[in-house]
């Protein structure tokens, strides 16, 4: 089978024309390079930069990257301490939401995650896993759960506890135990981490929150939009309400990628869903905690209107919340 290449084979972005079989499969190329897709920083097991840089990391992010993280762990060690196998797993999680906080700091957490039981399937309450990692390597997880059963305990400090026998896990605190939220901050040391990140996409436009264009036009937008490119949201301070308790960094933007979009082609208005969202109080670093973090969907407008439908961890009820927020514009 040959393997249709635009443009010039060795650019860093080329994307194969895979050729289709005789019933119409796809049928991968040859000669097939996953290029799009690098590691902007790897640190040992004791977090120490053993190549890239945390400035690299953020500069991508910055830039609407998309992040997955690479570790290695004992199986003995992280999912059964109780078993005699020793064996290697390599483990890549997708981050669909990253931070980028006073433009220095970077994070991601997953956010389409339940909890997964290796190598059998599923934990055994129906919740979502919301890790957190930050550019240092230090973990948090918030778990809402799903399954309807009653709180037992409200919403505080909880003693700090770290599983039995897993000496690689080290939990800074407790937060929320016996309700509907529990959240922690960890650190486990993962013998590497690899912030690997897609940097492919393209900023095509910059508005202020009043929706004042400041560079590119809709219009690219509106272009790429019709061509069925993929679009990513960059939001100013999106954050900002959960700060109130406490001091936070000045500026922090939010990285989600859009799900179905329309535009209004007389108003010239366009108007986009997300995908799920966790929100964090900013921080260096940042970290779970009572009250500072929810999760939810955005409904974002070219004019800088934001609706934020608000899921509540602890009740899992929902509210809309309107703000006016600056937004870059991402296409691929």
Same mark, same amino acid.
């Given at each position: ?21 005789? %019933? ?20 040992? +097991? ?33 999912? %059964?301490?109780? +078993? ?19 433009? $220095? ?31 240092? @390597? ?9 399954? @309807?059963?009653?709180? +037992? ?13 897993? &000496?690689?896990?080290?939990? !800074?605190?407790?937060? %929320?135990?016996?309700?509907?939220? &529990?959240?922690?901050? !960890? ?7 690899? !912030? ?13 929150? $009043? @929706? ?28 900002? %309400? ?33 995908? &799920?969202?966790?929100?964090?109080? &900013? ?6 905690? $009572? @009250? ?9 407008? +070219? ?14 009820? !929902? ?14």
């Amino acid at each position: 089978m040959s393997t249709v290449f635009h443009g010039d084979a060795t650019d860093m972005n080329v994307h194969p024309t895979f050729d289709r079989s005789a %019933d119409g499969d796809q049928t991968a190329p040859e000669e097939y390079t996953m290029t799009d897709w690098r590691c902007a920083l790897e640190l040992d +097991s004791q977090r120490t930069v053993t190549s890239g840089s945390t400035i690299e990391l953020t500069n991508a992010i910055g830039r609407a990257a998309d992040l997955r993280i690479y570790t290695e762990f004992l199986h003995c060690e992280h999912i %059964d301490v109780r +078993s005699s196998s020793a064996e290697r797993i390599r483990e890549v999680a997708e981050f669909g939401v990253t931070y980028r906080i006073d433009k $220095t700091w970077s994070a991601g957490i997953m956010t389409l995650r339940q909890p997964i039981e290796l190598p059998a399937g599923f934990g055994p309450r129906s919740s979502m896993s919301f890790f957190l990692y930050n550019q240092d @390597g230090t973990q948090a997880i918030a778990r809402p759960h799903l399954d @309807g059963e009653p709180p +037992s305990a409200s919403p505080g400090p909880s003693p700090t506890a770290c599983p039995d026998d897993m &000496p690689k896990y080290h939990a !800074f605190d407790g937060w %929320d135990q016996g309700t509907n939220a &529990p959240s922690h901050n !960890f650190v486990y040391e993962f013998d590497v981490f690899r !912030f690997c990140v897609n940097d492919s996409w393209s900023e095509v436009l910059r508005h202020s929150a $009043t @929706g004042e264009v400041l560079s590119g036009s809709l219009a690219a937008l509106v272009d790429a939009f019709s061509s069925g490119c993929a679009i990513k949201l960059g939001i100013d301070n999106l954050c900002a %309400d959960l700060a109130s308790a406490a001091p936070f960094a000045t500026h922090h933007e939010v990285f989600v990628q859009g799900g179905s979009a329309y535009y209004y082609t007389e108003q010239k208005l366009f108007i986009i869903g997300s995908h &799920p969202l966790v929100r964090v109080r &900013p921080g260096v670093p940042m970290q779970y905690a $009572t @009250g500072n973090w929810d999760f939810g969907w955005l409904m974002a407008r +070219s004019d800088g209107h934001v609706v934020y439908r608000r899921c509540d961890p602890y009740s899992l009820k !929902f509210s809309d919340h309107v703000t006016q927020n600056a937004v870059r514009w991402f296409v691929r």
